[in-house]
């Protein structure tokens, strides 16, 4: 993971808000939306939860005092809290940007929302 990045664009964070607010007519696509949707908040909370503890456990430790935890643990944690973040705003926002079309009704392009390279440089999906 040393080598990995990733990229959240303001503009996916505004499609999400958009997705938080949208009814749908179907009750199927209501229903898939309102799952998306439980599933990006609890990755929303996980983030919240670990870079919490991660803050706490940072700051003891950087006052000259070892404490009890395993810190590359927290580390870890937060990393793969970030990148599940990612991934399900990748998808409100993948979700909310095929619902917009352009005044020609041809959809918009699938401009990537965020990538996440190695050190090779190559972005990985």
């Not at 799952?35 to 000259?64: C, I, P």
């Not at 404490?67 to 937060?78: E, Q």
């Not at 970030?82 to 095929?98: E, H, I, P």
């Amino acid at each position: 993971m040393p080598d990995d990045f990733l990229t959240i664009h303001l503009e996916d964070l505004r499609r999400v808000e958009a997705a938080v607010t949208l009814r749908h007519d179907s009750r199927d696509d209501e229903t898939r939306r309102a799952a998306r949707m439980r599933r990006f908040a609890a990755a929303a909370a996980e983030l919240g939860r670990t870079l919490s503890t991660y803050a706490t456990h940072a700051l003891v430790h950087s006052q000259g005092t070892a404490g009890a935890t395993d810190f590359a643990r927290d580390t870890d944690a937060v990393g793969t809290a970030l990148m599940s973040f990612a991934d399900q705003l990748f998808l409100v926002a993948r979700d909310q940007r095929a619902r917009l079309r352009l005044d020609d009704g041809a959809m918009r392009p699938a401009a990537p929302i965020w990538a996440r390279q190695g050190g090779d440089g190559r972005e990985a999906r």
